[in-house]
């Protein structure tokens, strides 16, 4: 695709339940990051990927959020239980290298837990 | 602790005048700073980017000024527009492995017509 592809871009979830966010990054691009956007605030990283491979997790805020992307293009970001802190937009990016090279971000996910 | 310190928080200014956004930082081993602008509903757009090894870059109308000893960068928007309302992050990212970006809080432009 043209961009990169978020989606749903609109999640209402009950407190305890399950969400699984899905980001589609540009075609060839070996570099994916996660970020939370909290209302008001610059984004917070949260993971990154370069291909399948899972190199920097320290963003995560607790053991509920979980992130793949096991063939190194879809990566798919899990929030187990949700709460309602976790109520954000959930940005993904991805770049076409390890180096450093522009970042392409997503429309986001909106997250709303009630 | 805020690695990242934008300054101001909101800004308005009239058309055709000129913007200036202000960030600091801590962590010298940071070696890219780029200005992303976002509009509501929107995923951040990367509007130019500098490296500490240049004091200013120009792309249009608009400029990066880099103060390296100082630890300070500043975007500065040229002739602005109504159009260029939005909000603006600043943030940097390390060197070496570590890709991730840290961001300011971001500043919020209106550019009254």
């Known amino acids: 695709g043209a961009g990169v592809s978020q989606s749903p871009r609109y999640k209402v979830a009950k407190r305890g339940q399950d969400v699984a966010l899905r980001c589609d990054p540009i075609?060839?691009?070996?570099?994916l990051f996660w970020y939370q956007q909290a209302l008001g605030q610059g984004p917070e990283f949260l993971t990154y990927f370069q291909n399948e491979a899972q190199l920097d997790k320290s963003g995560l805020p607790s053991d509920r959020f979980f992130a793949e992307r096991p063939e190194g293009s879809v990566s798919t970001l899990k929030i187990q239980r949700t709460q309602q802190e976790d109520s954000a937009v959930y940005l993904c990016?991805?770049?076409?290298?390890?180096?450093?090279?522009?970042?392409?971000f997503g429309q986001g996910t909106r997250l709303t837990v009630v | 602790q805020q690695q990242v310190k934008q300054s101001p928080q909101s800004l308005i200014v009239q058309k055709g005048g000129i913007s200036i956004i202000n960030c600091a930082y801590e962590n010298t081993a940071f070696d890219y700073f780029p200005w992303y602008q976002q509009f509501p509903g929107k995923g951040p757009a990367l509007l130019i980017a500098i490296r500490p090894d240049v004091s200013e870059k120009k792309e249009g109308r608009f400029t990066i000024s880099f103060n390296k000893s100082a630890k300070q960068f500043s975007l500065h928007i040229m002739d602005s527009q109504p159009g260029d309302s939005a909000t603006y992050f600043c943030?940097?990212?390390?060197?070496?492995?570590?890709?991730?970006?840290?961001w300011g809080l971001g500043t919020s432009l209106a550019v009254n017509p």
């Open positions: 990016a991805s770049s076409l290298g390890s180096g450093n090279t522009e970042a392409f």
């Open positions: 075609s060839g691009h070996v570099s």
């Open positions: 943030a940097a990212r390390g060197a070496g492995n570590n890709r991730k970006l840290i």
